[in-house]
């Protein structure tokens, strides 16, 4: 019969052997799936760590999917502005060409004619969309066109004066949804602002009334060149920022990953080192309660 001290010790062997056997299948499923095993009572900090650094990367991540949808939209902005910017020089140079007297009736027509593809040109190009089919001069508008022309060919402003901004970091914002009322019905001269279609009407009424007396409207057109310019300028720097801050996010987003990577990740030399330590521990475990057995039954029997 076994003695209370040899069942004592068949117990605790066993348990010792099964303990060894858990640490080995979990230092294995480490091995195999390359992460640490964090288990609550094993480590809560760096479970408190993970946890907060992969709110942290979702909330990065939102922010640079806001400065990748504000970017495409102002980059959308800026290629539309610049042909608009091309459309009212070549008015200025219009304008100085008809502001003479010595053009035919027919070189003022054709002029007038040219005016005339340039303005619905303008108003094409300020009515694009961006990829998601918003308005880009609309504010909030969304899909509709910003701005509409009727039967007297009278264009007016129909989105809205909010301008719709994006979310770049936790406490920063910017607008990349200009209205187009700002950028094209506000144009800044000497005599109060004007606006660009109304610059562009008093200049096709010029045209058919003889040409003469062009010097305002050609003022004017400059103007409106230089307004435009001017945000055009603005939009590019919105673009510049919005580039720097999203290489600025990647590099923090590395540097996060690298931590998790330090708390989550599998040291694979170290686990199949501790893989090794732990099946020579159950070797020699066994080994000596194999011995002991021995003994004991040999003890039994003598």
Known sequence: MQSVSSKLFNANTK????KLDEQITKKQAEVSSGKKDLGLAKDSVSIN??????KALSQLDRFTDGIRVAAS?????????AEVENSVMRLYELGLQANTDTLSSDQKKLIGAEVKQLKLNILDRINAKDQRGNAIFGGTIGKNDAFVINDKNDVRYVGTLEEGSVSISENRQIASHLNGHNVFMQIPSDTGEK??????ETFENSLRNGGMNLDQTIKNL???????????SSVGGKINMLTKRAESNEAVKIEILSELSSL??????????DINQLMLTKDATQQIYAKISQQSLFDFIR
């Open 222 to 232: 400059l103007n409106a060149h230089t307004h435009i310019v001017e945000t055009n």
């Open 49 to 54: 760590r993970v946890n907060y650094i992969n």
């Open 195 to 200: 606006r660009l279609f109304d610059i562009i």
């Open 73 to 81: 939209h102002l980059k959308t902005q800026e290629t539309a502005l």
């Open 15 to 18: 348990a010792s052997l099964e």
């Open 264 to 273: 989550q990740d599998t040291d694979l030399a170290a686990a199949i080192t």
